[in-house]
């Protein structure tokens, strides 16, 4: 008698059998998806993960691209014989901070070593043979290079100037906007704490515990009142709304001069400024207050906002490519302190990279270029990646009126306040500029001197425009023409010498 078939079994397959095959199918379905998942769309948030280190362990795997000055690195790598296979080394660190910044396995990035990072590492796409595959195999490029506009000689001159003080200079070239000094006291190197040992924390919470805050780019992340270097920019507003039309002829300001709407005289620092019928270019070379304070009331609140502007002020997103400090110029204000912000007092406060904005501008006839910092990134190889080119920020004044500055500017330094600044065999225009600052005017005063250079006879836009600013010194004649003139005579001379 034959066995009755059984129900369950066809072609040899079983039941059992199918539903196990199909549960196997959907769990590789599902370990494909959440594979694909977690490579394709989770991967970034995987690599960026501070848990993650082996983004760490590859990004230092190979030496990083060097930043470079003129034709001559000021940066390089070294093995370390650890876990990280190399570190970041400075040459001359501490008197290129202000540019470099610094590069850390613990602390990470600044100034250009972070704005260039993925060039500098290596994971910029613009550096690799072909993008898609490398992408796909995750092949990590050698690092490119960034080449900086910044002047070696000037830069010298810039830290060697300031010395012991505390302060900052800015130097940019007028007709292109290439910074050619950037320069900040104290300074610190960034290679004592590049590694991840012990000894590079230690270095580390030094800086930190520094009150002097000798980390801190005073040329670009901070801000002080201007004083009367603020002047010409007042001077400039006047002329070119038509407040002023002659500067050798009496300006009206009255003696005293009373702030609008109070009892308080708007003192001078001088008594030859206390008279009537002063002329612009006189009030500019005796560094009157009443009368660039009386200039700006007249000339009105929106148009000396309009002029300011022009020059940098009020520009959260100043990008060298490095981001610098918002400058301030009150879009609200009254009289009186229209009156004061005209003379660089009450809440106005620059940088010195948009102070040496303010001169650089004048000397290129009225034309504000754009500030850069970087002059062209390459690959390892010397291949070119870009190349920056020059770009107008803003027209601030015509030509003419250019033109008159340039003279109030000149007059300061032959016949007033800057005369430190003289250089033989050159035509230099200036102005100095001493701020209060402290609770009823307390503290040091900030002593600022701006001012631009050229070969004498020449009528080429001159080759530089520089901003000095000390904000602690213990010198005993803390005043812009006596401490920050000689600085800026220095770092002016050295680019003079290179042409």
Not at 110 to 134: F, I, K, P, V, Y
Request: glycine fraction near 10%.
């Amino acid at each position: 008698m034959a066995k009755p078939r059984n129900p369950q079994r066809r072609h040899g397959i079983s039941t059992t059998g199918r539903r196990a095959g199909m549960f196997c199918l959907v769990l590789i379905l599902a370990l494909a998806g959440q594979a694909t998942w977690v490579q394709v769309f989770q991967a970034k948030a995987y690599d960026d993960n501070a848990a993650n280190q082996r983004t760490a362990i590859e990004r230092y795997a190979q030496p990083r691209g060097n930043i470079l000055v003129g034709a001559a690195p000021v940066t390089g790598s070294a093995p370390t014989g650890g876990r990280f296979d190399y570190k970041r080394t400075y040459t001359d660190g501490s008197q290129f901070a202000a540019v470099t910044g610094f590069s850390s396995q613990i602390y990470g990035n600044t100034q250009l070593e972070g704005t260039e990072d993925s060039l500098l590492s290596g994971t910029d796409n613009r550096l690799a043979g072909w993008a898609l595959w490398d992408e796909i195999s995750r092949k990590q490029n050698p690092g490119g290079d960034v080449y900086t506009t910044i002047s070696k000689a000037a830069q010298q001159a810039a830290m060697q100037g300031l010395g012991n003080q505390k302060g900052a200079v800015a130097a940019i070239e007028p007709s292109t906007g290439r910074i050619l000094a950037l320069a900040s006291t104290p300074s610190y190197d960034p290679g004592s704490f590049a590694g991840s040992t012990a000894a590079d924390q230690n270095a580390w919470n030094a800086l930190q515990a520094d009150t002097n805050q000798p980390m801190l780019n005073r040329a670009l992340r901070q801000t002080y009142p201007p004083g009367s270097t603020f002047k010409v920019v007042t001077a400039a507003a006047a002329l070119a709304n038509g407040t002023v039309t002659d500067i050798n002829a009496p300006t009206g300001a009255p003696s005293p001069y009373v702030l609008p709407g109070t009892t308080t005289t708007l003192v001078n620092d001088t008594t030859a400024c206390d008279r009537s019928g002063l002329s612009l270019d006189t009030a500019m070379v005796l560094s009157c207050n009443s009368v660039l304070g009386y200039l700006g009331v007249q000339t009105g609140l929106d148009k000396m906002t309009a002029m300011a502007e022009n020059f940098g002020f009020n520009d959260a997103k100043l990008d060298i490519p490095v981001r610098a400090a918002r400058s301030n110029f009150d879009t609200r204000m009254n009289q009186s302190q229209v009156a004061l912000s005209s003379i660089g007092q009450f809440d106005t406060a620059a940088t010195p990279l948009v102070m040496a904005m303010v001169a650089a501008g004048v000397a290129n006839n009225g034309t504000v270029m754009y500030p850069q910092l970087v002059d062209k990134l390459t690959k390892s190889d010397g291949t070119t990646v870009q190349v920056m080119k020059p770009s107008t920020y803003k027209q601030a004044m015509s030509p003419a009126v250019a033109g008159q500055v340039q003279q109030l500017m000149t007059d300061v330094v032959d016949n007033g306040t800057g005369r430190n600044a003289r250089i033989s065999g050159a035509t230099v225009g200036g102005k100095t500029g001493t701020a209060q600052h402290g609770v009823d005017n307390s503290g040091t005063p900030y002593a600022w001197f701006i001012s631009w250079a050229k070969p004498a006879g020449s009528s080429a836009v001159p080759p530089v425009a520089v901003a000095v600013v000390i904000a602690d010194s213990n010198a005993t004649d803390v005043t812009g023409g006596g401490l920050a003139a000689p600085i800026a005579k220095s770092v002016m001379q050295a680019v003079l010498q290179d042409h």
